[in-house]
């Protein structure tokens, strides 16, 4: 495990979705924060596993509308 953060904003608006998560992680990587690496366009969930490996914290964004 190493001292990276990684930030993944899920979400495509092509696909009919907001892309709150992806937005929000592109807003976060515009402030350069040291050790944290935003990931956007994640199209197999799987590929998850995949980005957050080995990372000392993965934060997710994501959103979801119900009615």
Same mark, same amino acid.
């Given at each position: 495990?190493? #001292?990276?953060?990684?930030? +993944?904003?899920?979400?495509?608006?092509?696909?009919?979705?907001?892309?709150?998560?992806?937005?929000?992680?592109?807003?976060? #990587?515009?402030?350069?924060?040291?050790?944290?690496? +935003?990931?956007?366009?994640?199209?197999?969930?799987?590929?998850?596993?995949?980005?957050?490996?080995?990372?000392?914290?993965?934060? %997710? %964004?994501?959103?979801?509308?119900?009615?």
């Amino acid at each position: 495990m190493t #001292g990276r953060v990684v930030v +993944i904003g899920l979400g495509n608006r092509y696909r009919r979705d907001d892309a709150l998560g992806v937005t929000a992680a592109r807003a976060l #990587g515009d402030l350069a924060l040291p050790g944290v690496e +935003i990931v956007t366009g994640i199209v197999d969930p799987l590929t998850l596993l995949d980005v957050w490996s080995g990372a000392r914290l993965a934060v %997710i %964004i994501d959103a979801a509308v119900t009615i």
